[in-house]
């Protein structure tokens, strides 16, 4: 996909693109037997990708840290569907314990898992450290999403192999992933204050989320796990995303307005990777407007997938040893 077809909404191959809404790249697809889960499903994207979940039938779990916003969102979306069935569930992915608690009531819920959408994010923040004492950007948006991912594996694994349905792992990355540290990953400075640059640790982290995906695809290949990872950037769109950097990138939007998405648009790509047949089997790939694409160098760097697994398993255990 080029920036011609960005501007323009021109069609790619999967016969979609920048244009496309959530609902129309998920039109007919009935998702009854489908359970999802999304991590900050409660705003931006993330809740309109859970509505349109929902309005095909989906049975959605919304992980979000504010439980208030979480409920609002669960009542927008009953009041267009009175059968719609929304769960929320409360999780903080910046700290290891609240994951941790997390996976172990969802658990107890005893439900299947088809669908884990690790949507949820923060950027641009000022330095800040989480109550685990690593930095706030790769903690919530890599660290968090990768710890409850293993947490959740066996029960998707399960599922996958109960219902002989395709499991699917959504990873929200960005483009922004290719403005990151020079090492692409900063394994050992991850915490450091000095070299810290809001925006190159932002792109850290979604580096991370498709190093992430890919190096899941990979292991479920070697197992001969009936599930896929992938990973996604859904476009730019104006959503409290941008609370850190708001004037400026109002600022930026109005010189780029052609290059902005709706939230409907934004949604769509999500969703086509979630729900869409057409992605049978495919898997460890990167999407943007509901094609796929090449992402950067790091990106595709196998090594490097497998050195930030080995990193974020040795980081959380040092955490869980304090
Ligand atoms: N918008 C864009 O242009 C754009 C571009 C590229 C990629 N993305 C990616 O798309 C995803 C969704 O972004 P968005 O634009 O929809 O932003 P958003 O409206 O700010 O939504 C992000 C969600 O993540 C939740 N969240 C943040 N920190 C959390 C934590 N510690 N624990 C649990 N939930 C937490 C937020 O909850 P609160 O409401 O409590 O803060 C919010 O519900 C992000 O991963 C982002 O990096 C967005």
Same mark, same amino acid.
């Given at each position: 996909?080029?920036?011609?077809?960005?501007?323009?909404?021109?069609?790619?191959?999967?016969?979609?693109?920048?244009?496309?809404?959530?609902?129309?790249?998920?039109?007919?697809?009935?998702?009854?037997?489908?359970?999802?889960l999304?991590?900050?499903?409660?705003?931006?994207?993330?809740? !309109?990708?859970?509505?349109?979940?929902?309005?095909?039938?989906?049975?959605?779990?919304?992980?979000?840290?504010?439980?208030?916003?979480?409920? !609002?969102a669960?009542?927008?979306?009953?009041?267009?569907? !009175?059968?719609?069935?929304?769960?929320?569930?409360?999780?903080?992915?910046?700290?290891?314990?609240?994951?941790?608690?997390?996976?172990?009531?969802?658990?107890?819920?005893?439900?299947?898992?088809?669908?884990?959408?690790?949507?949820?994010?923060?950027?641009?923040?000022?330095?800040?450290?989480?109550?685990?004492?690593? !930095?706030?950007?790769?903690?919530?948006?890599?660290?968090?999403? %990768?710890?409850?991912?293993?947490?959740?594996?066996?029960?998707?694994?399960?599922?996958?192999?109960?219902?002989?349905?395709?499991?699917?792992?959504?990873?929200l990355?960005s483009v922004?992933?290719?403005?990151?540290?020079?090492?692409?990953?900063?394994?050992?400075?991850?915490?450091?204050?000095?070299?810290?640059?809001?925006?190159?640790?932002?792109?850290?982290?979604k580096?991370a989320?498709?190093l992430?995906?890919?190096?899941?695809?990979?292991?479920?290949?070697?197992?001969?796990?009936?599930?896929?990872?992938?990973?996604?950037?859904?476009?730019?769109?104006m959503?409290n995303?941008?609370?850190?950097?708001?004037?400026?990138?109002?600022?930026?939007?109005?010189?780029?307005?052609?290059?902005?998405?709706?939230?409907?648009?934004?949604?769509?790509?999500?969703? %086509?990777?979630?729900?869409?047949?057409?992605?049978?089997g495919v898997?460890g790939?990167?999407?943007?407007?509901?094609?796929?694409?090449?992402?950067?160098?790091?990106?595709?760097?196998?090594?490097l997938?497998?050195?930030?697994?080995?990193?974020?398993?040795?980081?959380?255990?040092?955490v869980?040893?304090?």
């Amino acid at each position: 996909m080029s920036i011609f077809s960005l501007v323009t909404g021109r069609p790619g191959p999967s016969g979609f693109g920048s244009a496309s809404t959530a609902q129309e790249v998920t039109q007919g697809i009935d998702a009854t037997n489908l359970t999802v889960l999304i991590t900050g499903g409660a705003s931006g994207i993330g809740l !309109e990708t859970t509505r349109v979940l929902a309005l095909h039938k989906a049975h959605v779990i919304v992980a979000a840290r504010n439980m208030d916003a979480a409920n !609002e969102a669960k009542q927008l979306i009953l009041e267009e569907d !009175e059968n719609a069935r929304v769960d929320v569930l409360k999780l903080d992915l910046s700290s290891l314990k609240s994951v941790t608690e997390f996976a172990d009531n969802f658990n107890a819920l005893d439900l299947p898992l088809n669908i884990l959408i690790n949507n949820a994010g923060i950027m641009f923040c000022p330095y800040q450290l989480s109550e685990d004492g690593i !930095e706030m950007q790769f903690a919530t948006n890599h660290l968090g999403h %990768f710890l409850l991912t293993n947490l959740l594996l066996d029960k998707m694994k399960h599922t996958a192999r109960t219902t002989g349905v395709e499991g699917r792992i959504v990873n929200l990355s960005s483009v922004a992933h290719i403005h990151t540290y020079k090492d692409g990953i900063q394994f050992d400075k991850i915490n450091d204050r000095k070299s810290y640059s809001d925006k190159r640790a932002y792109g850290q982290s979604k580096l991370a989320n498709i190093l992430h995906a890919k190096e899941l695809s990979r292991c479920f290949q070697e197992e001969g796990v009936n599930i896929t990872a992938n990973a996604v950037h859904p476009g730019l769109i104006m959503t409290n995303l941008f609370r850190y950097s708001a004037i400026s990138m109002s600022i930026l939007k109005f010189f780029s307005f052609f290059l902005w998405k709706n939230v409907p648009q934004g949604a769509a790509t999500t969703c %086509f990777v979630a729900l869409h047949p057409s992605l049978k089997g495919v898997s460890g790939k990167y999407f943007v407007d509901c094609n796929e694409m090449e992402p950067s160098a790091f990106a595709r760097d196998e090594a490097l997938a497998r050195k930030l697994w080995d990193f974020s398993n040795k980081l959380i255990g040092s955490v869980s040893k304090a």
